[in-house]
């Protein structure tokens, strides 16, 4: 422990793996996100990615991709010869699937649109339910979203807990959840959540929220390690480009490293296949760097999805 924060300190930062609680096997801390808006890109980054070694995937029911996804890690598995068992994969429920009854069908739509028979995990997309329906953006005449104020987010939970006691998915969990809500929740849950998935960079460290997962045993996982790529941004931090000239490595792969050595798991997400090898060819990063990006000032949260629920950088109109 340094600082309170546990470091890892494997010089092959590409082979962590993190232990899911409740049985949930293992999740590969260096992961490939997957929001990216157009289908026939989707299919060449994620077949991209698996080339280039990741082997954990994360999608999401609204990032209406899932069909492209799947048809690409369908088509890389049988080249590379890898088995099914050898990647983990997420997805998860959107807001408009909050009650119960929607619940295991809103998996088994993901599930078939993926063209898989089983999930590593599923998280709740955001702790916002929104009313339900096709529409996935459901607004009034102003423009306002409609919320689902008739059902709880341990409602939720509750349906996504019978989902791994009929065995449909080995881990459950929750994605843009803040400290307070995952802690009301952590205590009402019969199945601890396995994993939480929160926008964190060196901009957003997300301290308090990271220590609270570590003493609970639930894997951190960061999205957005590179500020959606947006600069200025954390890929433009002079501390980051600083540390990249010195040890010989790119921005990208500074922060995705400080990521997993600060013991959470990490999404990259890249629509090229030369920028799945960079970000996937991490390695350790030492420990003046990691001082040095622990004491970056700079405060941004890029994505204000938190707040309401409604996600930006989201592909529309599919
Ligand atoms: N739960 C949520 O609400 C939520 C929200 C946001 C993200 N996520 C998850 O986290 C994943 C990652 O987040 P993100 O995709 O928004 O942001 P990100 O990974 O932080 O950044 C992606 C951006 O960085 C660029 N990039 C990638 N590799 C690079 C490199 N080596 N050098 C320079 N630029 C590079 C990409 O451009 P190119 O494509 O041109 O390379 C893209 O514009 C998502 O795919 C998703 O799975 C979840």
Redesign the pocket.
């Known amino acids: 422990m340094r600082g309170g924060v546990t470091v890892i300190e494997s010089s092959d930062l590409r082979m962590t793996k993190m232990p899911l609680n409740h049985g949930g096997g293992e999740m590969p801390a260096l992961g490939f996100?997957?929001?990216i808006p157009d289908a026939a890109v989707t299919l060449t980054a994620t077949r991209g990615a698996l080339e280039a070694g990741f082997r954990h995937f994360?999608c999401?029911e609204r990032y209406r991709n899932e069909r492209e996804v799947g048809e690409a890690l369908k088509a890389g598995l049988a080249a590379g010869g890898i088995a099914r068992e050898d990647i983990f994969v997420t997805t998860?429920l959107w807001n408009t699937n909050h009650r119960p009854e929607r619940v295991e069908p809103a998996f088994e739509a993901s599930l078939d649109r993926l063209g898989l028979d089983y999930l590593d995990l599923y998280l709740i997309?955001?702790p916002f339910a929104f009313q339900p329906g096709d529409d996935q953006d459901p607004r009034d005449q102003n423009g306002n979203i409609l919320y689902d104020h008739g059902v709880t987010l341990l409602d939720t939970w509750r349906a996504m807990e019978s989902l791994v006691d009929h065995g449909k998915c080995r881990a459950i969990g929750l994605?843009?959840i803040g400290l307070n809500e995952l802690a009301h929740l952590y205590e009402s849950a019969r199945i601890k959540p396995a994993v939480i998935?929160v926008?964190a960079h060196p901009y957003l460290p997300e301290t308090e929220l990271l220590e609270f997962c570590k003493e609970k045993d639930i894997v951190f996982l960061a999205?957005?390690?590179?500020?959606?790529?947006i600069r200025p941004g954390p890929?433009e931090e002079p501390v980051i480009m600083a540390i990249a000239a010195r040890v010989g490595k790119?921005?990208?792969q500074v922060l995705l490293a400080w990521a997993v050595q600060r013991g959470t798991a990490v999404?990259?997400?890249?629509?090229?296949a030369a920028?799945a090898k960079?970000?996937f060819n991490i390695s350790a990063l030492p420990q003046d760097a990691l001082d040095e990006i622990n004491r970056i000032q700079t405060r941004q949260r890029f994505?204000e999805?938190v707040k309401t629920g409604s996600?930006g950088?989201i592909p529309q109109g599919r």
């Open positions: 996100g997957t929001l994360d999401a998860k997309h955001t994605s843009d998935q926008e999205g957005a390690p590179l500020g959606h790529g890929l790119t921005p990208a999404l990259a997400k890249t629509r090229t920028r960079e970000n994505n999805v996600p950088f």
